[in-house]
C-alpha cells in the first residue's frame, strides 16, 4: 500500500530533505509550501508538483511525464523530465534536462541552463523513466504568455556552476549517494543550446543503434570537445528508409539497412574546421563502426537542418 506520505514534502523550512535512490521507483512525488529547504529527489518518478515554494534549492531526478512548478519564487533547481511547466512563477533558475519543448506561463524572471549532474544509479533512473541523455530541448523555451517589449525568461550564464545554485547535500543520509556536478561526469552531454554559435561551421555526426552506441557518442564528444569544438545539440531518434533518403541523400542506401536495429544518436558539433575534425576523429577512434559524417562544411549546415527538421517532427515539436 502506498503512503501518500513517503511521496511528499509539505510545510517545511530551513530543512534539508530528501529520497534515496531507490525510494521513489516511479511513484508520483509532491512538494509544497516550503520555505528555504534544499530538497533532493534522487530517484525517478512519475510525475512531480511543485506549489508555493520561497527560496528552495530542488534537485529533481529523471520524471518519466511531467514536472509543473505553480506559484513559486527565488528556486534554484536541477530537473530532468519528459515535459517542464511553470506557471505564475517568479525568478526560477533551473537547470534542465527536458525531452519536448519547456513551456512557461504567466511567469517572470525565469533562467534556463543545461543540465549537469552524476551519481552512480542516475543512467539506470533515466532508462527507468523511459527518457534519453540525448534528448534534451533545455534552451527551447516556449512562453505561452509573452509580453510585448519583455522577456520573461533567459538563459544562465554559459560557465554557471551547478553547485553554486543547488550545493552538494549535507545531511549524513543523502552524503552517501556520490553525487558529482563535475561537468565532464555529467550524465547528460552538456549543450549550447540556442546559445550564439561560435562559427558558421557545423557538422553532423550520426551513430545507429548497437550494443556501444551511447559509448561511441560520448567518447565523440569528448574527444571533439577537447580539440575545442563545441556540442550544439544532440538527438536520440527512430528513423525510417524514407527519412535516411531524406537526411543522408546519396549515401542514404548504405545507412538503411542499419536502420532497423533501433534509434539513431545525432549530434552538431560547431567550430572553424569542424568537419575536418569530425571526419579525422571518426576514422581515427571509430574505424570499424559505420558512422555519418558530413562530407563538406558547404553540406553540413544542410545536413544539420535536415536531420533536425525531420527529428523535431517525429518529436511532434
Sequence with gaps: QVDPKDYTFAGLKDETVGRLPGKVAGQQFIIQDCENCNIYILDHSAAVTIDDCVNCRIFLGPIKGSVFFRDCKDCKCIVACQQFRSRDCRKLEVFLCCATQPIIESSTGMKFGCFQYYYPELALQFKDAGLSIFNNTWSNIHDFTPVSGENNW??????????????????????????????????????????????????????????????????????????????????????????????????????IPLLEKGPVVALEFNGDGAVEGCQSTVNDVFSGTKVFVSESKASASQDVDNFYNFADMQMGM
Design 154 to 255: 533567459g538563459l544562465l550564464p554559459e560557465n554557471a556552476a551547478v553547485q553554486d545554485y543547488v550545493p552538494l547535500p549535507s545531511s549524513e543520509e543523502l552524503k552517501a549517494v556520490r553525487i558529482s556536478t563535475d561537468a565532464t561526469r555529467s550524465i547528460i552531454p552538456i549543450t549550447r543550446g540556442r546559445r550564439q554559435k561560435s562559427s558558421d561551421e557545423s557538422c553532423l555526426a550520426v551513430f545507429f543503434a548497437g550494443d556501444y552506441t551511447t559509448a561511441n557518442a560520448r567518447k565523440l564528444i569528448d574527444e571533439m570537445t577537447g580539440k575545442g569544438f563545441q556540442l550544439v545539440q544532440t538527438k536520440e531518434v527512430s528513423m525510417k528508409a524514407e527519412d535516411a533518403h531524406r537526411v543522408f541523400q546519396q549515401c542514404a542506401s548504405e545507412f
